[in-house]
């Protein structure tokens, strides 16, 4: 148990950042030990729990897993769609992803938050700021300043604007909105139906 809190005490010290899976690896090694203590203890019966045990987790892991497979194939359409658009996207003055349309169509979670728009499929990594602004500048050169990561849909006004709600970080699993609008006629929209057309089979695209 020390060992456990002796590995943990440094997460909880930084508020900014707050306690994800890879910070439980070390502490981890404590309850390890203690696991074993108690399956010593319980003599006989302790290969039967042991044996239980591992036949959960595996089947953990392997959902984890594919979470993994469908959220690193969701990356890869967005990859593959800048890569098909590529001239196109270099014209364009500015690029939106629409993200909010993604997440309108994917389901992603079974406890919903307003601060996440996809963010994570069920736990595995998938839309972050970054991604878009280093997919789209090593495809087409441009930097992230005409990139804009939309959480809520792109709306035409009469002026001939879009309007579209960004992220604005304020914490950890705290986000704040920023207001932007933009001439339509300069920006090139990336929403779900255009990278999916539609169809959506465990993180493939549809043709």
Known sequence: LFIFGLFLVPNLLDEGIGIAGRHLVLPSMGLAIVMVYFLEKAKNYGKYICAFLVAILLIVCEGNAWCQVVACRINDAVYEYVKENKQRLIEAGSIIIDTKSFADNI????????????????????????????????????NESSVYVAKTNPVFKENGKLEFFVGKYNGYRTEGRELKDLPSKE?????YKKVYNNVFYNGLRGK
């Open 107 to 142: 389901p992603f979670t079974l406890l919903k938050r307003n601060s996440s728009v996809l963010n994570t499929y069920y736990g595995a990594q998938v839309f972050e700021d970054r991604f878009f602004t280093s997919t789209i500048y090593l495809l087409t050169g441009k």
């Open 187 to 191: 920006c090139v929209i990336i929403d």
